[in-house]
Antibody, heavy 115, light 110 residues
Framework: QVQLQESGPGLVKPSETLSLTCTVS????????WSWIRQPPGKGLEWIGY???????NYNPSLKSRVTISVDTSKNQFSLKLSSVTAADTAVYYC?????????WGQGTLVTVSS | QSVLTQPPSVSGAPGQRVTISCTGS?????????VHWYQQLPGTAPKLLIY???NRPSGVPDRFSGSKSGTSASLAITGLQAEDEADYYC??????????FGGGTKLTVL
């Protein structure tokens, strides 16, 4: 059974870059798409983007200028970088395996943007 | 303001049937794209509830069912239980956004 676990700093300063990693266990990252999704406190879900194990990406147009998703197949990990963050980027960030739907999901990690 | 519109809240008594709607347009649900549903219990990550409009993953009770017609989809929950109290999200594909979520619906079990 594939499991995902997010990791990274829980606090990021405004204007800096948010960096998170998702580690996939119980299966190979190869041959699948992998995604990042976020949820601001008390609000709904927002799709950030996805990556194929070969490195092909697709991003939400609203975040595209600030987002980079990368993959490291040797470590069975994929990563998210979001630049020039503001308080509006404070959210729980989830990673998930993508088919047409998202399943499974990681438990999520709260990232707060504050000085 | 999501391209998929859900009611902010619904409620029902134990044992009752409730439905949650997900209204889209000709660029998403109406274009034939599948709808998927997630359940998010308080303080936890979303969990896949229905995929491909009306398919349940292993382990999801048959009290949960999905349907799609035209530019809308619905999630039905029968035999409502206290443990069903959660937020529910629909998700599909849109011509402008490869993955899009509805705004979410909070289900309260009275």
């Amino acid at each position: 059974q594939v499991q995902l676990q997010e990791s990274g700093p829980g606090l990021v300063k405004p204007s800096e870059t948010l960096s998170l990693t998702c580690t996939v266990s119980g299966g190979s990252i190869s041959n699948y798409y992998w995604s990042w999704i976020r949820q601001p406190p008390g609000k709904g879900l927002e799709w950030i983007g996805y990556i194929y194990y070969t490195g092909t990406t697709n991003y939400n147009p609203s975040l595209k200028s600030r987002v980079t998703i990368s993959v490291d197949t040797s470590k069975n990990q994929f990563s998210l970088k979001l630049s020039s963050v503001t308080a509006a980027d404070t959210a729980v960030y989830y990673c998930a395996k993508v088919v047409a739907w998202f399943d499974p999901w990681g438990q999520g990690t709260l990232v707060t943007v504050s000085s | 303001q999501s391209v998929l519109t859900q009611p902010p809240s619904v409620s029902g008594a134990p044992g009752q049937r409730v439905t949650i709607s997900c209204t889209g347009s000709s660029s998403n649900i109406g274009a034939g794209y599948d709808v998927h549903w997630y359940q998010q219990l308080p303080g936890t990550a979303p969990k896949l509830l229905i995929y491909g409009n009306n398919n349940r993953p292993s382990g999801v009770p048959d009290r949960f069912s999905g349907s799609k017609s035209g530019t809308s989809a619905s999630l039905a929950i029968t035999g409502l239980q206290a443990e069903d109290e959660a937020d529910y999200y629909c998700q599909s594909y849109d011509s402008s956004l490869p993955r899009v979520f509805g705004g979410g619906t909070k289900l309260t079990v009275l």
